[in-house]
C-alpha cells in the first residue's frame, strides 16, 4: 500500500521549483490510511508571506489548517509549494486565506475544514481570517488558536 502510494506523488522526494503562483501549484494528495476513523490534521506555517496587491509590500502571517479527513490527505511538500507561491503573489489578506480553504476543500473533500491566517500587523491593526466548512464530529476536538504559542511566546 505505501508503495503504491509514492507511486500517485509527483513532487516528494525530487527537487522542484516553486510556483510562480498559487493557480499554478499542484497540491497532491494520497489516500487516508484510516478512514474508519474521525482524527484532526493540524498544519501550521509560522512563516507564511505574500504581498500587499497595492503597495508590494510584504505582509506575513501564521497560517493553521485544521481538517478532519474524509477519503484523502493532502502531502505536506505539494502543500509547503503551495503556500510558497504565494510569497510574490499579490492578495489581501482576507481573499488569501479564502483561496487557500477553497483549493483545500477541492482537493480534500474533507469532512471539516478550517483555515486561519493570524497576519501581522500593518499600519496599527491585525486583520485575522477564519474560513471553516463541514461539521468537526463529536469524538474531535477543535485544536486551539491561541495566538502566542504561534508567534514565538510561551504559554
Not at 485544521?66 to 505539494?78: N, Q, T
Amino acid at each position: 500500500m505505501t508503495h503504491q502510494i509514492h507511486e500517485e506523488l509527483s513532487l516528494l522526494g525530487k527537487k522542484v521549483e516553486t510556483p510562480k503562483r498559487p493557480e499554478d501549484a499542484v497540491l497532491e494528495t494520497f489516500p487516508n490510511p484510516h478512514p474508519d476513523t474521525d482524527y484532526v490534521v493540524r498544519l501550521t506555517a509560522p512563516e507564511f508571506t505574500t504581498i500587499c496587491p497595492v503597495t508590494g509590500q510584504p505582509d506575513f502571517a501564521v497560517l493553521l489548517v485544521d481538517y478532519v479527513p474524509g477519503p484523502r490527505l493532502v502531502e505536506s511538500k505539494a502543500f509547503k509549494l503551495f503556500l510558497g507561491s504565494f510569497r510574490n503573489h499579490g492578495t489581501f489578506h482576507e481573499a488569501c486565506t479564502v483561496t487557500i480553504h477553497k483549493r483545500l476543500q477541492e482537493v480534500l473533500d474533507p469532512k471539516y475544514l478550517r483555515v486561519v491566517g493570524l497576519w501581522y500587523a500593518r499600519g496599527g491593526i491585525t486583520i485575522d481570517v477564519v474560513v471553516e466548512t463541514g461539521s468537526l464530529p463529536p469524538n474531535c476536538t477543535p485544536l486551539p488558536l491561541g495566538k502566542t504559542s504561534y508567534r514565538g511566546g510561551r504559554e
